[in-house]
């Protein structure tokens, strides 16, 4: 890690877009400063940048959109919503023209609530209840995931019994994983998700004798937070090979190449450029369908990090500052903890992945030395880590704000009450205005499903 130069820059990398200080140095996020944010929602808080979620669903619309369009082929985009969803979120996905994809009938729940109709949802998920197919089949989403073998006569004997023909997709484990920066691909990889590709065709024969499904093609998924294109082509020319050989028996319209686009969390991430990404996954299958002498298939893709994550700025208030001495072979050095007032059960990526995260100090400017610092919850556990290294003003004082970039993803959705902490509240802002998404959990809701209480149970010891 190298010492920052001027800690008041905002790397327009990992901020949103409109993300920059004003005359006095405050952070202001769409025109909204942060101390207005504060106090009028409280810290923690999850701050959502309308307009940088809105064109990030755009430009990757139109990434995959313009070279597909050349190609004579559809695409048809799937919002992610377990990267960060809200009935408002939902909405903004479905004003921008795309589709929702959700992994439970939670997030069915609420894709529906925000008046998502059916044909614009795709389930998918491992294990999905009798009560959440259902409930996509009475709803008439557009596709349900199947992944494994089992499921097949589940969802063709629900179809059935509504009077409907499902929608289905096979969800492929095609061997190749991709993680960060490299890909792999191996002949099986050991993990819960989809089919080998060895067994797809004879699934797919089993998919079309059943009148009550309509089989719409393969699905595959390789991973999340991928930095490199490589990947996918892979992934896409393994499921091509099987798709062409189904396509000699049925039709088989689609092809679906999932999500996991990388972003930027520090500076020295490179995010993927979704220009490239779009233009060398789509002509990569366009010339692979030629070369099999098939007709190339619409593609789906189901982007949730790459949309969310850069959108949201976490806001803390700093309660404790500690400087402990850390021994090494090199001789002793000094930490900085600086304490916020939430932590792992805000951002659980830090202590579940190892995901590095940077902090800045948001309520003004500063020309102070920078200190290597990390920045702690609190949480009883050592773990309780949001940002393990980063650089923040040695004058950095209690009751400061500081800001969390590239938080909109994963977070609100992995938030824990752990410690009987409230989840926080969500704000987005846009044009100089700030409207709740969702508000904290207070102690009355979480005391609210405590039976002891709620039954009133007087102490007798
Ligand atoms: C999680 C998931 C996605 C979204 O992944 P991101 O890394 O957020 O883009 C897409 N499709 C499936 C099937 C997933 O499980």
């Known amino acids: 890690?190298?010492?920052?130069?001027?800690?008041?820059?905002?790397?327009?990398?990992?901020?949103?877009?409109?993300?920059?200080?004003?005359?006095?140095?405050?952070?202001?996020?769409?025109?909204?400063?942060?101390?207005?944010?504060?106090?009028?929602?409280?810290?923690?808080?999850?701050?959502?940048?309308?307009?940088?979620?809105?064109?990030?669903?755009?430009?990757?619309?139109?990434?995959?959109?313009?070279?597909?369009?050349?190609?004579?082929?559809?695409?048809?985009?799937?919002?992610?919503?377990?990267?960060?969803?809200?009935?408002?979120?939902?909405?903004?996905?479905?004003?921008?023209?795309?589709?929702?994809?959700?992994?439970?009938?939670?997030?069915?729940?609420?894709?529906?609530?925000?008046?998502?109709?059916?044909?614009?949802?795709g389930l998918h998920g491992n294990n999905k209840s009798l009560s959440e197919i259902s409930k996509a089949v009475t709803h008439g989403v557009n596709a349900i995931v199947i992944d494994s073998e089992l499921e097949i006569e589940r969802i063709a004997s629900i179809a059935e019994s509504n009077s409907v023909v499902q929608g289905v997709r096979l969800r492929v484990n095609s061997g190749v994983h991709a993680s960060t920066h490299e890909y792999l691909a191996t002949a099986r990889e050991d993990q819960k998700f989809g089919i080998p590709l060895d067994q797809v065709e004879s699934l797919v024969e089993v998919i079309r004798s059943h009148s009550s499904l309509r089989f719409l093609g393969l699905h595959s998924h390789i991973g999340s937070q991928i930095f490199v294109v490589d990947g996918f082509i892979e992934a896409a020319r393994r499921l091509l090979q099987t798709h062409a050989k189904l396509a000699e028996k049925g039709e088989v319209p689609e092809l679906n190449l999932g999500g996991g686009f990388g972003i930027a969390y520090v500076d020295n991430d490179k995010p993927v450029n979704i220009k490239e990404i779009g233009q060398r996954i789509v002509n990569n299958v366009a010339s692979l369908a030629e070369e099999m002498g098939i007709k190339p298939p619409d593609l789906c893709f189901e982007p949730g990090r790459v949309i969310a994550g850069p959108s949201g700025v976490t806001l803390y208030n700093v309660g404790t500052i500690k400087d402990v001495e850390v021994s090494s072979e090199k001789g002793t050095a000094v930490r900085r903890y600086v304490s916020v007032d939430g932590g792992m059960s805000d951002n659980l990526r830090s202590s579940l992945y190892g995901a590095e995260y940077s902090a800045s100090l948001a309520s003004r400017a500063t020309d102070a030395e920078p200190v290597l610092s990390r920045v702690v919850g609190k949480h009883c556990e050592s773990g309780d880590?949001?940002?393990?290294?980063?650089?923040?003003?040695?004058?950095?004082?209690?009751?400061e704000l500081i800001a969390v970039p590239a938080t909109g993803a994963y977070c609100f959705s992995l938030a824990s009450n752990y410690n009987y902490l409230g989840r926080p509240p969500m704000a987005s802002v846009r044009a100089g205005e700030s409207t709740l998404l969702v508000r904290g959990e207070t102690e009355q809701d979480m005391l609210a499903r405590d039976e002891g209480y709620r039954t009133g149970k007087p102490n007798e010891s």
């Open 1 to 121: 890690m190298q010492t920052p130069n001027d800690l008041n820059l905002l790397n327009d990398k990992v901020w949103p877009a409109s993300a920059a200080r004003d005359g006095t140095g405050e952070i202001q996020i769409g025109g909204v400063g942060v101390g207005e944010l504060a106090s009028k929602y409280g810290t923690p808080l999850y701050v959502i940048d309308e307009d940088e979620f809105r064109s990030r669903l755009n430009q990757l619309n139109r990434a995959f959109t313009k070279p597909a369009r050349e190609h004579g082929m559809k695409v048809r985009m799937y919002y992610a919503a377990k990267a960060l969803l809200t009935t408002d979120i939902a909405r903004w996905v479905q004003q921008e023209g795309y589709s929702i994809d959700v992994a439970s009938g939670g997030e069915l729940s609420v894709a529906l609530a925000a008046g998502f109709e059916g044909p614009k949802i």
């Open 385 to 399: 880590v949001v940002v393990n290294h980063t650089y923040l003003p040695s004058d950095l004082a209690i009751n």
